[in-house]
C-alpha cells in the first residue's frame, strides 16, 4: 500500500530500469544470491546495469574493451583485491564481492540509495570501507535509506532513527536523541 516518490516523480509503478534511470540504488542484504552473479566476471557484473547504454554497447554489439576499462578503474578506485577484471566474482572475498556491489551501485552516483544490511559478514576492515563509501555518497547530498540490525552502525550512518518492531515503525528520532539503549528497547517493543 502506498506511494514511492522521488522529489516530485511518483516511481511507484516504474519498472527497474526507470528506477535506476531516475536516480535509485540498491543493494541488497545477499550478495552472492542477489546482488551478484557469482558465475560471471568483476567487469560483467560491474557492467551489468549499463549494457543497454554507451560506451558499453556499440551499435548492437557490446563493447567487451570498454566494459573492462571501466571495470578496470572500478576495480582501482574500490580497492578490489583482484589480478583483473576477468575474474570470477564467485573467486573473491564477500568483501571484495561487496566492493564489487557498492563499486557498481555507488558509481553510478544515486539521488536515494536503499542499503539493506551492506555490512553483514564482513571483516572490520571491510565493514568500515563500505560505511566510508556509504558516508560519502550521503556526503554528496543523496539520500540513504540504510537498514540494519548492527546498532553501532545505524548510530554511526544515520541522521535520524527509526526502529521496525512487531511489523510497526516507530516515529522518526534525531540521531542526537537516541543512544545504542533507547534504540535496543524500541527494537524490543518495550517503549
Known amino acids: 500500500d502506498g ?3 522521488l522529489g516530485e516523480a511518483d516511481v511507484t509503478g516504474m519498472n527497474v530500469r526507470q528506477r535506476l534511470q531516475a536516480g535509485l540504488a540498491y543493494i541488497p542484504v545477499d550478495r552472492a544470491g542477489t546482488s551478484l552473479v557469482p558465475g560471471f566476471t568483476i567487469a560483467e557484473n560491474l557492467a551489468m546495469r549499463d549494457l543497454d547504454r554507451p560506451p558499453f554497447v556499440r ?3 557490446l563493447n567487451v574493451q570498454a566494459i573492462r576499462d571501466a571495470a578496470e578503474k572500478s576495480i582501482a578506485k574500490f580497492g578490489i583485491r583482484a589480478p ?5 566474482a564467485s573467486a573473491l572475498s564477500g568483501g571484495n564481492q561487496q566492493k564489487i556491489v557498492l ?3 555507488l558509481g ?11 555490512t553483514w559478514g564482513l571483516d572490520p576492515g ?3 570501507f563500505v560505511m566510508d563509501q556509504i558516508l560519502q555518497l550521503r556526503d554528496a547530498g543523496a539520500a540513504v ?9 545505524v548510530l554511526t550512518l544515520g541522521d535520524q532513527v527509526a526502529v521496525m518492531s512487531a511489523g510497526k515503525l516507530s516515529p522518526l ?6 543512544d545504542a539503549t533507547s534504540v535496543g528497547m524500541l527494537m524490543a517493543g518495550a517503549v
Open 84 to 88: 583483473n577484471a576477468r575474474v570470477p
Open 103 to 105: 563499486a557498481r551501485e
Open 59 to 61: 551499435g548492437p554489439f
Open 108 to 118: 553510478r552516483e544515486p539521488k536515494v540509495l536503499l542499503a539493506f544490511q551492506p
Open 126 to 128: 571491510a565493514v568500515r
Open 173 to 178: 528520532v534525531s540521531r542526537g536523541q537516541v
Open 145 to 153: 535509506l540504510y537498514v540494519s540490525a548492527e546498532l553501532e552502525e
Open 3 to 5: 506511494q514511492i516518490r
